[in-house]
């Protein structure tokens, strides 16, 4: 748990973008991995640990975004772990970046994950579709999706 909690967290935070939700998300993953690892559900090798922890936070986080979107709850941006500013913040540079992070927020769900894994945590083309249990194709075509929608929200 020590070697992963970073990664981990840190997947989560980016696809929920809300530092309580993410602590939860990470947490719960955990907690799924203990209760599949006593059941014997994995049967990879330790070289395949993290991707398989990966899916889970990945499902997790997934999970609690469907159930933000059911429950109709904002994110408060005070919270926002990737939020810029603070002493000395350039306040241009502060409102794009809080215009790329709310734009990615928007994304479709799917979408997100996909962009996060792929572009901001450096995951390979396989990595994400095997966290993401999908294709190589279906990857990027998010990514792609992804990419555009951005563009066309950080243009207006």
């Not at 928007?106 to 901001?120: C, T």
């Not at 390979?124 to 966290?131: D, G, P, S």
């Amino acid at each position: 748990m020590r070697a992963t909690h970073g990664r981990t967290l840190r997947i989560a935070r980016r696809i929920l973008a809300h530092e309580a939700d993410a602590n939860d998300v990470a947490q719960e993953a955990y907690t799924r991995a203990f209760v599949a690892l006593r059941e014997g559900r994995f049967r990879g090798q330790s070289s395949q640990l993290q991707a398989w922890l990966d899916r889970i936070v990945v499902r997790a986080s997934l999970d609690a975004l469907r159930q933000r979107v059911r429950s109709v709850r904002r994110v408060d941006d005070s919270q926002d772990p990737d939020a810029t500013g603070g002493d000395g913040a350039d306040p241009a540079r502060t409102v794009d970046a809080k215009r790329a992070i709310d734009a990615i927020r928007e994304l479709a769900p799917d979408q997100r994950a996909a962009f996060v894994l792929r572009e901001l945590e450096g995951f390979t083309i396989k990595e994400t579709a095997a966290a993401l249990e999908t294709t190589d194709g279906a990857i990027e075509q998010r990514v792609l999706r992804a990419w555009a929608s951005l563009r066309r929200r950080l243009s207006s």
